[in-house]
């Protein structure tokens, strides 16, 4: 996975925070992370129908729907795509001992345990939502650390 998910799931976990939309640019100060780079992972969100942009003064960026439906596969899926880790291919068919493509009427092993691993970390990851990542931050961070990012958020800069 990229990194641009990590700075993606950071910003959909700290924008079920606040009430009022968040400029990007307040996003990217609170994560130390480049404007420009962190523009991208915020488009690809809005791209997937998970985020979207607010105009105007106090416009910025909300989440569309509540964190419990936004699972961490949705937002993997929209930075990332939602290719497999794995493509298979069929290096059997290659080489001096190459297999012919014609015996090749299944997936071989090592396509098989791929395939096995990639639908249990898309289950993995579908089973996990915004919500139970906020949830999370209060254990990980203390008591009130998310209610403080978005005070924090919620304040204009300056």
């Known amino acids: 996975m990229s990194g641009?998910?990590?700075w993606a799931l950071?910003?959909?976990?700290?924008?079920?925070?606040?009430?009022?939309?968040?400029?990007?640019?307040r996003l990217a100060e609170l994560h130390e992370v480049s404007p420009t780079y962190l523009a991208k992972q915020l488009q690809a969100l809005s791209r997937a129908g998970l985020i979207h942009s607010v105009q105007g003064k106090s416009g910025g960026y909300e989440l569309?729907?509540?964190?419990e439906l936004i699972t961490v596969l949705d937002v993997v899926d929209a930075v990332d795509?939602?290719?497999?880790?794995?493509v298979c291919t069929e290096?059997?068919?290659?080489?001096?001992?190459a297999t012919p493509a014609e015996a090749c009427t299944t997936p071989?092993?090592?396509?098989?345990?791929?395939?096995?691993?990639?639908?249990a970390?898309?289950?993995?990851?579908?089973?996990?939502?915004?919500?139970?990542?906020?949830?999370?931050?209060e254990s990980d961070y203390g008591t009130g650390a998310l209610a403080g990012m978005g005070t924090w958020l919620s304040t204009p800069a300056g």
């Open 91 to 97: 290096i059997r068919q290659r080489g001096p001992m």
């Open 4 to 6: 641009g998910v990590e």
């Open 64 to 67: 569309t729907r509540s964190p």
């Open 10 to 25: 950071h910003c959909c976990v700290v924008l079920t925070s606040v009430r009022e939309p968040v400029p990007a640019a």
């Open 81 to 86: 795509g939602p290719a497999p880790a794995f």
């Open 121 to 137: 970390r898309r289950a993995a990851l579908r089973a996990i939502s915004v919500a139970d990542l906020a949830r999370s931050v």
């Open 108 to 119: 071989c092993a090592i396509s098989r345990a791929m395939a096995s691993a990639e639908t």
